[in-house]
Nanobody, 124 residues
């Protein structure tokens, strides 16, 4: 079973950039498809971005497309989410997720392992 630990959240201002990290342990990182989801207060968890096991395929939600880059470092067993031009509506708890079949995905049910989340707050 893979363990996921997110970091990098915090309080930023609109227009700022931020990079979230997801460190993994256990399992075979090279075989995992990885994703980022977020959940704002009072809202359902939603897809943000995902990346396949080899980085060859990435998916982005329309709400972050053009402002967001997902990447992975195999040596560090870490997945990153770079967010630029942050908006107050990006405020949420951001969750890292993993799936064992290696492909990228966009549905919550595609992923079987989840981190505890990191809070990102964007002030206007």
């Amino acid at each position: 079973q893979v363990q996921l630990v997110e970091s990098g959240g915090g309080l930023v201002q609109a227009g700022d950039s931020l990079r979230l990290s997801c460190a993994t342990s256990g399992g075979s990182f090279m075989l995992l498809g990885m994703g980022w989801f977020r959940q704002a207060p009072g809202k359902e968890r939603e897809f943000v971005a995902s990346i396949s096991w080899n980085g060859g395929t990435t998916y982005y939600a329309d709400s972050v497309k053009g402002r967001c880059t997902i990447s992975r470092d195999i040596a560090k067993r870490t997945v990153y989410l770079q967010l630029n031009s942050l908006k107050p509506e990006d405020t949420a708890v951001y969750y890292c997720a993993a799936r064992p079949w290696g492909a990228a995905g966009s549905r919550i049910t595609d992923f079987g392992s989840w981190g505890q989340g990191t809070q990102l707050t964007v002030s206007s």
